[in-house]
């Protein structure tokens, strides 16, 4: 039995960090906007239910470890394997397989790409053991506490959820849980007003979310009068974004990617880089209308919000520049947990 599952990664449109507990209850609630995106993440796992053998392969590290058994493999010590290891003691497997993992996504890209990674485990293995998630919330939150554990730094939530679900994810963080909507702009999605205006850039420099959210975590916490203020900022400016997304108002999107940078700059020292500060001035000056910096900023992909007439010109301009134009394109709502 081969099964592959293929996770998308996801950009963040605005409400950032504010997924991350106790953020969210800090302020009384908070809004999360992301879209899913065609940059994948994909677990093939092969089982081989005659063979006590378990074979684990990551091509983007570049290593394959084969353990005889199962005992054998949750003895390994490699950090590299955590994420491995904790799969197998969660669903503690009582066959041999071959396991084989690739994420499209830029390493430190700040698209989510370890969550995706995390949510297409997932999903490969509820396949193989059958036993399925009764909920998306459910497989959040085991990904949650699974992600947390192997990194050892506070974590949030949303992105996993375009991970399962698709489509523009509007989550509404409460003291009562999380509420999702998956929201797909009418008619066909990759050929909308949003998809066409839509240009994802990396820039060269790797980021580190776990880093830069625990700061902001810390000065929260500390209760410092500018943190607070940006969170807050940051609230409101997601709850607007989601209005006008849910209307399809797309070009009045422009001067709320403005204020969320300007508000997202002040969490946390590191959230800028000059990569970043080049890049905005570049786009800009060749006719984008905003940028929005993807995850917890301080490198990684921006995405540069583009009239339609100039998109081209900008991708060209950024290109020269030494920036790397991601060819990413949104994707739909997926239709179930597999």
Same mark, same amino acid.
């Given at each position: ?8 990664? %996801? ?10 507990? #106790? ?20 677990? &093939? !796992? ?12 990551? +091509?983007? !590290? ?11 493999? *949750? ?5 590299? !394997? ?10 503690? #497997? ?23 990674? !995390? ?12 036993? #399925? ?8 939150? +085991? ?30 963080? %409460? ?6 909507? /998956? ?17 994802? /850039? ?42 006008? /997304? ?9 001067? +709320? ?6 508000? %997202? ?8 880089? #000059? &990569? ?12 984008? &209308?905003?940028?929005? *910096? ?31 134009? *991601?060819?990413?394109?949104? /994707? ?7």
């Amino acid at each position: 039995m081969k099964i592959q599952i293929q996770s998308p990664t %996801r950009v963040d449109l605005a409400g950032g960090t504010l997924d991350m507990w #106790p953020l969210y209850s800090f302020i009384g609630g908070a809004t999360t906007i992301n879209v899913a995106i065609d940059i994948y993440t994909t677990v &093939e !796992l092969e089982i081989t239910p005659n063979d006590s053998k378990i074979e684990i392969e990551s +091509l983007d !590290l570049g290593f394959k470890k084969v353990f005889v058994s199962y005992d054998q493999a *949750i003895k390994e010590m490699d950090q590299g !394997l955590s994420l491995y290891k904790m799969q197998l003691q969660y669903w503690k #497997p009582n066959f041999g397989f071959k396991l084989k993992t690739k994420s499209d996504s830029p390493i430190g890209g700040g698209l989510g790409g370890s969550s995706s990674l !995390l949510i297409s485990l997932l999903k490969a293995f509820s396949k193989a053991t059958i036993k #399925p998630f009764t909920s998306v919330h459910s497989m959040v939150e +085991l990904a949650h506490n699974l992600e947390a554990e192997q990194l050892l730094t506070p974590t949030g939530t949303q992105d996993y959820y375009p991970a399962i679900s698709g489509g523009i994810n509007i989550l509404e963080y %409460r003291a009562t849980g999380i509420a999702q909507e /998956v929201f797909n702009e009418p008619d066909d999605f990759i050929n909308s007003e949003f998809s066409k205006r839509f240009l994802l /850039v990396y820039t060269g420099r790797s980021h580190h979310s776990g880093m830069n959210n625990f700061e902001v975590l810390k000065n929260a916490v500390a209760k410092k009068t500018e943190t607070i203020k940006a969170l807050i900022a940051l609230k409101y400016i997601a709850q607007e974004m989601a209005a006008k /997304v849910k209307a399809g108002l797309w070009s009045e999107l422009t001067p +709320l990617f403005h204020r969320e940078y300007e508000a %997202r700059v002040q969490l946390a020292s590191a959230i800028l880089s #000059p &990569e970043i500060e080049k890049l905005k001035e570049i786009a800009l000056s060749n006719g984008a &209308e905003a940028i929005k *910096i993807c995850g917890a900023g301080g490198g990684g992909c921006v995405m540069v919000w583009c009239p339609i007439s100039k998109k081209d010109q900008i991708a060209k301009a950024c290109a020269v520049s030494g920036f790397q134009i *991601i060819n990413a394109k949104p /994707v739909g709502s997926l239709t179930n947990l597999q």
